[in-house]
């Protein structure tokens, strides 16, 4: 019997017994492996993998530029923040050339310019050597810009007679020229940093954000880094209140399924801020956004918590790294920036953020802000489509309440946990400084 022949038998056993069908999309492990085609592999059962915690990316020799494109997919819509890869013993890579495939190829189509045209735009990716194939793949996911700076690299050869994984080389958050400094450090130690664009170095990068650390303050205690929007100013409230004014509706937060930016303080957040002052922390804003409005945010601040924060750390993307005043705008991520400035804990009401810092290579203790429509799930740039507009979606779902069914996949062990208003911020925050986690 055929394979095509036994699919259906085979199938029908399968789903006599399947009872996963809940499972989200996004991987739980938050993890992507990169493996090879070779038929005696079975990655799931060689790494403890179960249904829905990675994805698994196979082709021929476990190659890093041919998985590029799925990468990119599985970090930038599916929230994977960890790339394994796996190369192994005996792989049939290490015994050929592409020329030589080429030939073959050629040879059994003898004549055929259309089999020759289109073999040779092929490169087969092959290697000479096992341990260098894998350090040169993993040098390639470091280095390209496609992939997240936080991302966690390993690399590692299987040996297909013994069944045993053996650690070639790992690497983490030095994926962009935006890494930070001590990470690079510990990796080229004594090299001279590579610049970025605009003629910004990792080395100025840096010490605009480590002069907030010398700031001068009025606490010496440890430090607490909050997010801006929707932890500080209730942004989609403003909205509701300026829609119900104008319109006579009934808005409420729940109403809204993201949020959006304007600026009204949250009820108890001034409160909040100033019990975490008497505490003894130290407090900056680290916050995404950009050096457009990285001074209009310091007034805001200034205004509304007078003497309570020491600066502002604008996590913007496309701007070089500078300081002005209380404003520092920076390529690091929020997880760069919160370790770099050692911080003990963020607070943040963005679970994409929250995940991000909870699972960086130094994890950060993280407070997710708010019992919010946005933040009970993870959304990424694939949800920007016009197929994806709240009418059309809900349609789609047959009237179902998917916002009220989608979840925050933690991983296992993450410091992170969930408040829901300042109030129980505070006591969360004070029960831990009682039980001496911060000193």
């Given at each position: 019997?055929?394979?095509?022949?036994s699919?259906?038998?085979?199938?029908?056993?399968?789903?006599?017994?399947?009872?996963?069908?809940?499972?989200?999309?996004?991987?739980?492990?938050?993890?992507?492996?990169?493996?090879?085609?070779?038929?005696?592999?079975?990655?799931?059962?060689?790494?403890?993998?179960?249904?829905?915690?990675?994805h698994?990316?196979?082709?021929?020799?476990?190659?890093?530029?041919?998985?590029?494109?799925?990468?990119v997919?599985?970090?930038?819509?599916?929230?994977?923040?960890?790339?394994?890869?796996?190369?192994?013993?005996?792989?049939?890579m290490?015994?050929?050339?592409?020329?030589?495939?080429k030939?073959?190829?050629?040879?059994?189509?003898?004549?055929?310019?259309?089999?020759?045209?289109?073999v040779?735009?092929?490169?087969?990716?092959?290697?000479?050597?096992?341990?260098?194939?894998?350090?040169?793949?993993?040098?390639?996911?470091?280095?390209?810009?496609?992939?997240?700076?936080?991302?966690?690299?390993?690399?590692?050869?299987?040996?297909?007679?013994?069944?045993?994984?053996?650690?070639?080389?790992t690497?983490?958050?030095?994926?962009?020229?935006a890494?930070?400094?001590?990470?690079?450090?510990?990796?080229?130690?004594?090299?001279?940093?590579?610049?970025?664009e605009?003629?910004?170095?990792?080395?100025?990068?840096?010490?605009?954000?480590?002069?907030l650390?010398?700031?001068?303050?009025?606490?010496t205690?440890?430090?607490?880094?909050?997010?801006?929007?929707?932890?500080?100013?209730?942004?989609?409230?403003?909205?509701?209140?300026?829609?119900?004014?104008?319109?006579?509706?009934?808005?409420?937060?729940?109403?809204?399924?993201?949020?959006?930016?304007?600026?009204?303080?949250?009820?108890g957040?001034?409160?909040?801020?100033?019990?975490?002052?008497?505490?003894?922390?130290?407090?900056?804003i680290?916050?995404?956004?950009?050096?457009?409005?990285?001074?209009e945010?310091?007034?805001?601040v200034?205004?509304?918590?007078?003497?309570?924060?020491?600066?502002?750390?604008?996590?913007?993307?496309?701007?070089?790294a500078h300081?002005?005043?209380h404003?520092?705008?920076?390529?690091?991520?929020?997880?760069?920036?919160?370790d770099?400035?050692?911080?003990?804990?963020?607070?943040?009401?963005s679970?994409?953020?929250?995940?991000?810092?909870?699972?960086?290579?130094?994890?950060?203790?993280?407070?997710?802000?708010?019992?919010?429509?946005?933040n009970?799930?993870?959304?990424?740039p694939?949800?920007?489509?016009?197929?994806?507009?709240?009418?059309v979606?809900?349609e789609?779902?047959?009237?179902?309440?998917?916002?009220?069914?989608?979840?925050?996949?933690?991983?296992?062990?993450?410091?992170?946990h969930?408040?829901?208003?300042w109030g129980?911020?505070i006591?969360w925050?004070?029960?831990?400084?009682?039980?001496?986690?911060?000193?």
């Open positions: 019997m055929s394979f095509q022949e699919v259906a038998s085979n199938n029908a056993s399968y789903v006599s017994t399947f009872d996963k069908g809940d499972l989200p999309l996004p991987p739980s492990k938050h993890l992507a492996v990169v493996t090879c085609m070779d038929a005696r592999i079975e990655p799931v059962g060689q790494l403890g993998i179960n249904l829905g915690e990675a698994i990316i196979r082709n021929a020799g476990g190659s890093a530029k041919e998985a590029l494109r799925s990468l997919i599985s970090q930038r819509l599916l929230g994977t923040r960890e790339i394994a890869l796996f190369h192994h013993s005996d792989c049939g290490l015994t050929f050339t592409t020329e030589q495939l030939t073959i190829v050629k040879d059994a189509s003898p004549g055929d310019a259309v089999v020759a045209e289109a040779d735009k092929l490169q087969f990716l092959e290697f000479p050597h096992l341990e260098d194939s894998v350090k040169d793949d993993v040098k390639f996911l470091q280095e390209n810009p496609l992939l997240l700076p936080e991302t966690k690299i390993s690399g590692w050869v299987y040996d297909v007679r013994t069944g045993k994984d053996e650690s070639s080389t690497s983490t958050n030095d994926m962009s020229a890494a930070s400094v001590h990470e690079l450090e510990e990796l080229k130690e004594g090299l001279e940093a590579p610049a970025v605009g003629g910004t170095t990792l080395e100025e990068e840096r010490e605009a954000v480590d002069k650390v010398t700031a001068p303050s009025t606490a205690g440890p430090l607490i880094a909050l997010d801006l929007d929707d932890v500080l100013s209730q942004t989609n409230q403003a909205v509701a209140d300026w829609h119900n004014d104008i319109y006579g509706t009934q808005m409420k937060l729940s109403d809204f399924l993201y949020r959006i930016y304007n600026a009204k303080p949250i009820p957040a001034r409160e909040g801020v100033e019990s975490l002052k008497q505490m003894g922390f130290r407090l900056v680290v916050t995404a956004r950009s050096e457009d409005n990285a001074d945010s310091w007034k805001w200034d205004h509304h918590f007078p003497g309570c924060f020491e600066s502002i750390v604008c996590t913007g993307q496309f701007t070089d300081k002005k005043g404003e520092v705008v920076t390529k690091l991520s929020k997880a760069q920036v919160c770099d400035l050692k911080a003990v804990l963020l607070i943040d009401d679970a994409e953020n929250a995940i991000q810092c909870v699972t960086a290579e130094k994890p950060i203790q993280t407070l997710l802000f708010g019992a919010y429509e946005w009970k799930r993870l959304s990424g694939g949800d920007a489509r016009e197929e994806m507009a709240y009418d979606r809900l789609r779902e047959g009237g179902r309440k998917f916002w009220e069914e989608e979840g925050v996949p933690v991983p296992e062990g993450a410091p992170l969930r408040v829901r208003d129980e911020a006591r925050i004070r029960a831990r400084k009682e039980e001496g986690k911060w000193q």
